[in-house]
């Protein structure tokens, strides 16, 4: 995507509290929701809210998905250190279970949301 283009990318309410408490440069963000956003396309099976401040992401365990999930979690919690994420694989995919402080539900809030509409 050109530098043209994130300019395009339109970022719903749901998901300003995600972007608000991001720490990446500005610039940086679109690219880095495109990252989430194709990841969710492409493997994501299930989000289930397990409680106030946890989610759980269900993903297909195809090529690839597994060291990409890793890579861009691990990626997110340098950036936003309040998110806790554990990956582990299971006999229904790899699950991402996925936590935060009270004080950032509506940053959870924003990520289940943006898993459920690329769902």
């Known amino acids: 995507m050109s530098a043209q283009g994130w300019n395009e990318l ?8 995600w972007v ?3 720490t990446l440069p500005t610039a940086e963000r679109p690219l880095r929701l495109a990252e989430f956003d194709g990841l ?3 493997a994501l099976r ?6 106030p401040t946890r989610a759980r992401l269900v993903l297909a365990g195809g090529e690839g998905v597994e060291a990409r999930a890793r890579d861009l979690v691990a990626r997110e919690g340098r950036c936003c250190s309040f998110f806790a994420f554990d990956l582990a694989r299971t006999a229904e995919g790899l699950v991402v279970d996925v936590a935060v402080p009270p004080e950032q539900v509506a940053v959870l809030d924003g990520l289940v ?3 459920g509409a690329a769902r």
């Not at 339109?10 to 509290?17: F, G, I, L, N």
């Not at 299930?46 to 409680?51: I, N, T």
């Open 40 to 42: 969710f396309a492409e």
């Open 46 to 51: 299930e989000v289930v809210r397990v409680g």
């Open 20 to 22: 608000a408490a991001c």
């Open 113 to 115: 949301a943006r898993a």
């Open 10 to 17: 339109e970022v719903s309410p749901a998901e300003e509290p």
